[in-house]
């Protein structure tokens, strides 16, 4: 049973380019969720996708969109790259049926802008 | 606003000895908690989890932690701990289905 698989895993990129990082949900998960975590920081809600729409957003500029596919799996898309969009890009996949209560994690992308 | 805190950052121990890690969350919804551990340049991995029931729960691995409605806690225990619980130790709450609110971390370094 494959977990969540992201790639890239590691990424350079220079100020006010564009870059998309993929992610695959965990087999029977619906539900995608993204979340940057900044060097020392816990991690941030982005959003998330469920049936191909953005259903919640935290507090991300719209630099920051996505998109989910119908077998589940979602992109992130962040456009203008700045300095401060260096982190660890985290998808999270649940499911929103059952409880929907368990999220499990990807090991991550990391975006270098330099 | 939900929130969590996580009491203390840095939390260093020698090896065999007990740990705790402390953490408090606010919340006015049904409180479901969760700490997950991150290795060094890894993504996070999930320890254990309180959704209802006992609130006592435990990890594969000899880690617990109390969920405690009063003081609004859900520290995590270790009785004895290994080098190679050496990590990073986040404590979340979520607020609403596939959304967590993440405390700051608190990096656990055991020393031999």
């Known amino acids: 049973d494959a977990g969540v698989t992201q790639s890239p895993t590691h990424l350079i990129k220079t100020r006010g380019q564009q870059v998309t990082l993929r992610c695959s949900p965990k087999s029977g998960h619906d539900t995608v969720s993204w979340y940057q975590q900044a060097l020392g920081q816990g991690p941030q809600f982005i959003f998330q996708?469920?049936?191909?729409?953005?259903?919640q957003r935290g507090n991300f500029p719209d630099r920051f969109s996505g998109h989910q596919f119908p077998n589940y799996s979602s992109e992130l898309n962040v456009n203008a790259l700045l300095l401060g969009d260096s982190a660890l890009y985290l998808c999270?996949?649940?499911?929103?049926?059952?409880?929907?209560?368990?999220?499990?994690f990807g090991e991550g992308s990391w975006l270098t802008v330099v | 606003a939900q929130s969590v805190t996580q009491l203390d950052s840095q939390v260093p121990v020698f090896e065999e000895a007990p740990v705790e890690l402390r953490c408090n969350y606010s919340s006015s919804v049904s409180v479901y908690l969760f700490w997950y551990v991150q290795y060094p340049n890894q993504g996070l991995q999930l320890l254990l989890k309180?959704?209802?029931?006992?609130?006592l729960v435990e990890s594969i691995n000899g880690f617990e932690a109390e969920f405690n409605k009063s003081q609004t806690s859900f520290h995590l225990r270790k009785p004895s701990v290994h080098i190679s619980d050496t990590a990073e130790y986040f404590c979340?709450?979520?607020?609403?289905?596939?959304?967590?609110?993440f405390g700051q971390g608190t990096e656990l370094s055991v020393k031999p």
């Open positions: 999270a996949s649940s499911s929103m049926g059952g409880s929907g209560n368990t999220i499990y």
């Open positions: 979340a709450v979520r607020i609403e289905r596939g959304k967590l609110i």
């Open positions: 309180y959704l209802s029931g006992s609130t």
């Open positions: 996708y469920y049936e191909e729409e953005e259903r």
